[in-house]
């Protein structure tokens, strides 16, 4: 085997760790599918150890030099080298077989707030609320004034005097506000894992494509589904979820019809009677001469009007009962009661006679 004398001069001369550190990342490169490159920087060291033991169950975290991970992910083969383009500043290479989606979600969600350090960038505006603090009078008060924030004693407590933006987006934070920031517990910052870009089986993903409002995603598929359920309706399009609502307004339709066509089918028929005698009648109340009636039209009217009354005689008998019940007096006299009995009689006498 001939070997390159440069290339004989240049590996006499790389140190053993960088190559088994090259080594170690390309064996974690073939024996999973998935591999991620995050961002961790601002990330403080306690932090950055609690989260990775928090996920070590489903994702290998590991953190190499830069160049030792471009020339490991070049030697894997190249499918994975376009990775390689968002590796740069600080850097770990995350391991895993979840699917990408939501290995975005669960480095997402493993993100914490923490203070923000001196010199470094506000991510936004960052406000200080006014009202009472948990401070004893003293030189703290001097403190938060040279940090920006206006404060004063009141009542014998440090009170800051009013809402205030103490530092805006994209300006440097200095190291009184920054001392300040801390002992009020206010945390500007937002730590974690910052995925940039991952390999999935031969496809590269970038974080913005893999960045999804799930709640969001899910409305518009319960919506999509409706719609085209909707449509597959109306255009009576068969599938086995719309079949039996098919089945069902064709049902629904064909009785319709047969109805308003007064078609004398076995399963309306009934319907048709009852609605034949109902125009019947509605015809013969209209009519003003009796003797335009047969018998049986004016017996039925007759019927129906005996019915009605009887109707309307209960609903009065009713209305009398609950108006007696609310007026009769609680208690009555003997001899009253005698009385009313006896007038009673004498009406019913001269009633009949």
């Known amino acids: 085997m001939v070997t390159d004398a440069a290339t004989e001069h240049r590996t006499a001369h790389v140190p053993q760790w960088k190559i088994d550190e090259i080594e170690s990342i390309k064996q974690l490169v073939s024996k999973y599918s998935v591999v991620g490159v995050a961002g961790i920087r601002d990330i403080p060291a306690k932090q950055l150890q609690e989260m990775r033991r928090n996920m070590k169950d489903v994702v290998k975290i590991r953190i ?105 987006a994209g300006e440097a934070v200095s190291r009184a506000l920054s001392e300040m920031l801390t002992r009020l517990e206010i945390y500007p910052m937002t730590v974690g894992f910052d995925l940039r870009s991952v390999y999935d089986n031969g496809t590269i993903l970038e974080a913005d494509a893999l960045d999804i409002d799930e709640a969001k995603y899910a409305s518009d598929i319960a919506t999509a589904t409706t719609g085209a359920f909707n449509l597959a309706i109306v255009i009576a399009y068969p599938t086995p979820v719309t079949i039996p609502t098919l089945l069902s307004k064709a049902a629904s339709d064909a009785r319709n019809l047969a109805i308003n066509s007064a078609i004398p089918a076995p399963a309306i028929i009934d319907l048709l009677l009852s609605k034949a005698q109902s125009s019947a009648i509605a015809l013969a109340v209209s009519i003003t001469d009796p003797e335009a009636l047969g018998e049986s039209l004016q017996e039925l009217l007759m019927a129906g009007a005996e019915a009605a009354a009887g109707e309307g005689v209960e609903e009065a008998v009713s209305a009398t009962e609950a108006e007696t019940e609310e007026t009769a007096p609680e208690e009555k006299g003997e001899g009253e009661g005698e009385e009313k009995e006896e007038e009673a009689a004498e009406g019913l006498g001269l009633l009949f006679g």
């Open 64 to 168: 190499y030099r830069n160049n030792l991970i471009h020339r490991a992910l070049d030697e894997s083969g190249s499918d994975l080298s376009p990775i390689g383009s968002s590796v740069g500043d600080q850097t770990a290479l995350i391991f895993t077989e979840l699917n990408p989606f939501k290995l975005f979600s669960l480095l997402k969600s493993s993100k914490t707030e923490a203070p923000i350090r001196a010199g470094a960038i506000a991510p936004a505006d960052i406000t200080v609320e006014g009202g009472p603090t948990s401070f004893a009078p003293g030189p703290i008060v001097g403190d938060l004034q040279n940090a920006g924030i206006p404060a004063r004693i009141d009542k014998g407590k440090v009170v800051i005097r009013e809402t205030k933006v103490v530092a805006h």
